[in-house]
């Protein structure tokens, strides 16, 4: 069955960066566009950004120009980099991919970035 796993969070300060992983299985990954969203506490869950198979990328404005998405067809395993974090950026962070129709998600990351 479909099964993404994040892995990364942590707590870090203002202006750090940050990497995330999402390992996927399951499917055949490089056929997938994989997406990240994030969902901070009373918050609904907002879009980050995806990837496509041919690895081009789609981000939200609220993080353009600070994440950066990509991909490792190889090793079934998507990435997100963090950089200039502020504490807005604090939330649990999530992958994604829809498969013949349905979504899937993974357990989430929390990121929690100090002032």
């Known amino acids: 069955q479909v099964q993404l796993v994040e892995s990364g969070g942590g707590l870090v300060q203002y202006g750090e960066s940050l990497s995330l992983s999402c390992a996927a299985s399951g499917f055949t990954f490089s056929d997938y566009i994989m997406r990240w969203y994030r969902q901070a506490p009373g918050k609904r869950r907002d879009f980050i950004g995806h990837?496509?198979?041919?690895?081009?990328?789609n981000y939200g404005e609220s993080v353009k120009g600070r994440f950066t998405i990509s991909r490792d067809n190889a090793k079934k395993t998507v990435y997100l980099q963090m950089d200039s974090l502020t504490p807005e950026d604090t939330a649990v962070y999530f992958c994604?991919?829809?498969?013949?129709?349905?979504?899937?998600w993974g357990q989430g990351t929390q990121v929690t970035v100090s002032s």
């Open positions: 994604q991919v829809t498969v013949r129709g349905q979504n899937y």
């Open positions: 990837i496509t198979r041919s690895n081009n990328t």
